[in-house]
């Protein structure tokens, strides 16, 4: 990354597949000096695996392998082992491509070996030639938890084998309370030369409030006295993607960039929204830059993230005229 | 197999592809009455997963899923997974098929659970609707050694990474002194409708003995007072496939159905041997049954396992006029 004009480095926060696409952005301005904080609350053993969905949408989304039309997992998947593994009566609710499958196998042999999910997917992440630093939010670990209509799920059983259709009611983080920061994401929440926190267009429920609700890192974040900006994953007041609006509603709010201004309150400084949310920008107590916000091509994901920076830029500027 | 011409049961010891070609032949002829004792010193844990490259082989066979072209592995499989493992830096020296890896993965997952690689094996058989029943020499662990020129190999080293290319001194079978008989091997040896005993075409070093170094399998085994006929692996003073030969040469002994029958002294009532080595007939002082013992297809092993059936049942009438 080269001739780059922003100087720095940047912390962004991420769920999986809609804040991939903001980290993709902003890891092809940034490069090295970025670093991806990835929610890690619905990581879960599977067939003895261990599996980290929200990790696995961003490296291979910043690698250039994630699959566009599906949505999710690898381009060019084959499914010859979920097949197979039907065959033998074993389970098939979550489905696990033959490309994929490798990472969760290599994951799976490195943690047994005693390193640590942030040691593993950084060495994933070089094999992959990934440039950014992609961190999971903590080694140790954060469940997420969804109360519902069904009672209480473990995230995969609502997300994937439920679909997110039973009526969500409250939502828990088990571990959250105790989990540790680690070194690398202390160290990048610590940078002398940090210029901006990015939260990415994410579920702010099911992706970035696991990572906000570790009060060891809800500290660190705002012990780092540079700007701090989300971008709204609600477009036209419905979710570009997933069930965010579905979910919105089920916790009794509206579905709207406001929203997330509000659920956000207290945290951020200022707020990306889309271009077409312009009736919102007025009644968000905040600094709004707007933009097309909607990312269907690297391209896009570009624009959005040299949005999010100019607006960390300009709350930087800010900051800096108001000071004594 | 309703309408069988035979009466009782069966046991079969067996290795990997070369016994699993005869075992498939019993299979079809007798079907739940054949419990085949399968070699488990070639077992290893490789990526987190337990593998049990025999036990795999004979089920594959006997399912009819086998790769017949490749020799060994599923029949359509294919090879993503090694591909993306080699990808984000894996170990890929030993190659693990997409269709393949799903019961490596449904056995590991079983066998954590508490499981018997036992009752691991019964359920897979089952569920790809093999009528026999693989039996696992033993639960407990046995690991094949190889003393060579590299100095000792673990089995799979010596086998898939070397390729059998290290000069072979000895072998050690570490565990099989102490090594349980399961339950359903006892009952297997036990079964007052015991008619026969068939060693399979397997390598004898690398294969059959390891289940015959455990002292509780052999005294069971002696203890059955049925005929014990062994199927020489030999055709024409060479093995039809793998280092049989080689090893044989290298351990001093000349490659032949004579030396098996050596090999085999004081165990097995009867031999069958290659028509080819007509020679050799008289040489063995056993009762010997000649017949073509290439196995390329189903109808082959068929024949073959008529052939050694024929020859229990002989040494069984040749006993029963000798008592008193």
């Excluded at 593994?85 to 799976?108: I, K, P």
């Excluded at 040299?306 to 900051?319: H, M, P, S, T, V």
Aim: proline share 6%; hydrophobic share 45%.
């Amino acid at each position: 990354m080269s001739g780059t004009p922003y100087s720095g480095t940047y912390v962004a926060l991420s769920g999986g597949v809609g804040g991939a696409k903001l980290a993709l952005g902003l890891s092809r301005l940034l490069g090295p000096a970025l670093s991806v904080v990835v929610n890690t609350g619905d990581d879960f053993d599977h067939l003895g695996l261990r599996i980290c969905p929200d990790i696995d949408s961003v490296l291979y989304k910043l690698a250039g392998l994630s699959d566009e039309q599906r949505g999710w997992g690898r381009a060019g998947e084959t499914w010859n082992f979920m097949q197979a593994l039907a065959g033998l009566g074993g389970e098939s609710w979550f489905q696990l491509g033959d490309r994929d499958l490798a990472l969760h196998v290599e994951r799976t042999r490195l943690l047994r070996q005693g390193e640590t999910l942030t040691e593993v997917t950084a060495h994933i992440a070089r094999q992959l030639g990934v440039a950014s630093h992609i961190l999971p939010m903590s080694d140790d670990p954060v469940s997420t938890e969804i109360d519902s209509s069904e009672g209480r799920l473990p995230f995969q059983r609502y997300f994937v084998e439920h679909q997110c259709r039973p009526v969500l009611h409250g939502l828990h983080y088990a571990g959250a309370r105790v989990a540790r920061l680690s070194d690398a994401v202390a160290r990048a929440l610590q940078a002398p030369d940090l210029r901006g926190i990015i939260i990415c267009p994410s579920n702010p429920y099911l992706s970035i409030d696991p990572i906000l609700a570790m009060p060891a890192f809800l500290k660190a974040l705002q012990a780092a006295d540079v700007p701090v900006v989300a971008v709204s994953p609600i477009i036209a007041n419905a979710a570009v993607k997933g069930p965010t609006a579905k979910i919105m509603r089920e916790l009794g709010v509206t579905p709207s960039s406001l929203t997330v201004a509000q659920h956000y309150r207290g945290l951020i400084d200022g707020l990306v929204i889309d271009s077409s949310d312009h009736a919102e920008s007025d009644a968000i107590s905040l600094p709004v830059l707007q933009t097309p916000t909607l990312m269907k091509t690297a391209e896009d994901s570009e624009r959005v993230a040299r949005a999010a920076l100019e607006l960390c830029a300009r709350l930087a500027g800010e900051a800096r005229k108001v000071a004594p």
